[in-house]
């Protein structure tokens, strides 16, 4: 690839941090609110202009994993910021029926089934209130560029200190700095720039691959959809195509689902004939295609398939995944017990310091990132996350060396479920 020499030249500071958190999915919101909440001056960056990531701006809108699918299933491994979160939908008649088979527990008791379908707008309406009134900076229209890096020299490759990042947006480009910065991008994109060890799963590793939603309104009372919410149901559409890092690659995914959804929407058309009756009409596509999974960093653990499916327990547990297994098996593979914990250890990257991982691309094996992947476990980790940078941030502490106690006896006292 031909290179360019781009100039050296001064970019302004936009703003000093105690944290700042990359991404505005459900992984960086709750990061966002767990932290603006615990004291910290928290900055959330944003590339939308709205929050939620894939649940919104993908529109996967079913959030499952508050609790096992499946008996055994007694134990709500959920709570916290997410269960707060469904809670508030619920108020604003912002749910809908979930397509899965599961259990179903009383919401106005405070008890969350397995999952629930949400209206992508008071979702994002909810979140956003949410965030802002945790007194977290927002800068939506933002985009991660680069890392700034004090880099030492220790025996075994040394370790890099992890100082702010460079954004880029309307105002050009610009420097944050922060005490700790909690990578929620969903593809490790900080981690990586920072120089933080990763991997890749690819078609030998029984990746899972993407697809593109999109929505169908004018449904009246037909019979169609799985996760339906007034007179909409999102659907499945064109997919199995590889989004993975690079732009081009994304870019063509996107082209080639994007073509396809037009005739996609005539076929469902054709087997659905009560939708013609109705008025059925394609009524929305996101600005997204459904990234399922690219990087997985490398942490001071990397959870295992027998973790997940043995039920394993870690002192250091700041979160807990009770998913099935998706697909690498070949089936859905629930887990024959009321989940799984998610040690500290999998958010701390190797090498680098003042940095946090929270999302999707934890520290783990394929068979076990098939289960906490959704999204509810996936707000679990994030709000872990989030708390632990604040905490980290106030005592002047590497998160790295954060007392793990500490982290979860806060997280306890803002209700998340450890089973401690």
Not at 48 to 63: E, K, P
Not at 109 to 138: M, R
Request: aromatic content about 10%; overall charge neutral.
């Amino acid at each position: 690839m031909k290179k360019y020499l781009e100039p050296a030249k001064e970019i302004d500071v936009f703003g000093e941090y105690d944290v700042i958190v990359v991404g505005g999915g459900t992984a960086g919101l709750s990061a966002a609110i767990a932290s603006g909440r615990n004291g910290a001056k928290t900055l959330l960056i944003e590339q939308f202009a709205y929050l939620g990531g894939t649940a919104t701006a993908s529109l996967m809108i079913n959030i499952n994993g508050f609790r096992n699918q499946v008996e055994p299933d007694g134990v709500q491994t959920v709570k916290g910021i997410g269960q707060e979160i469904i809670l508030e939908l619920h108020k604003l008649n912002g749910l809908g029926k979930s397509p899965y088979q599961q259990k179903e527990y009383d919401i106005e008791k405070g008890e969350l089934s397995y999952s629930y379908c949400v209206d992508p707008e008071k979702f994002k309406y909810v979140t956003l209130k949410l965030v802002h009134e945790a007194g977290v900076d927002i800068l939506f229209h933002t985009y991660f560029s680069d890392v700034i890096m004090e880099i030492h020299p220790l025996p075994k490759g040394g370790r890099r200190d992890l100082k702010g990042i460079i954004v880029e947006n309307k105002s050009g480009r610009g420097a944050l700095f922060a005490k700790v910065v909690v990578d929620a991008s969903g593809d490790g994109d900080v981690a990586a720039r920072a120089g933080a060890p990763f991997w890749q799963a690819g078609p030998d590793d029984k990746a899972l691959k993407d697809n593109i939603m999109y929505k169908i309104s004018g449904i009246g009372e037909a019979k169609f959809g799985s996760c339906r919410y007034g007179d909409s149901s999102v659907v499945w559409g064109p997919g199995g195509v590889w989004g993975r890092n690079d732009a081009w690659e994304i870019s063509r995914a996107e082209v080639k689902t994007r073509l396809q959804i037009f005739e996609h929407f005539q076929e469902i058309l054709e087997k659905n004939p009560q939708l013609k009756e109705t008025g059925a009409y394609l009524a929305e596509t996101p600005p997204l295609i459904g990234i399922r999974q690219t990087r997985f960093i490398e942490g001071e653990y990397k959870l295992t398939a027998d973790d997940a499916i043995t039920g394993r327990r870690f002192d250091d547990v700041v979160a807990i995944s009770s998913c099935a297994i998706i697909s690498y098996y070949g089936y859905r593979r629930y887990l024959e017990h009321e989940g799984y914990d998610i040690p500290y250890r999998c958010l701390v990257p190797k090498v680098v310091d003042n940095l946090l991982i929270a999302g999707r691309c934890i520290s783990s094996e394929q068979q076990p990132y098939e289960s906490h992947r959704a999204m509810a476990p996936i707000m679990a980790i994030g709000e872990a996350a989030g708390t632990a940078a604040a905490l980290s941030a106030k005592e002047n502490v590497k998160p790295r060396f954060l007392d793990v106690s500490r982290l979860q006896k806060a997280l306890i006292e803002q209700g998340v479920e450890l089973r401690r």
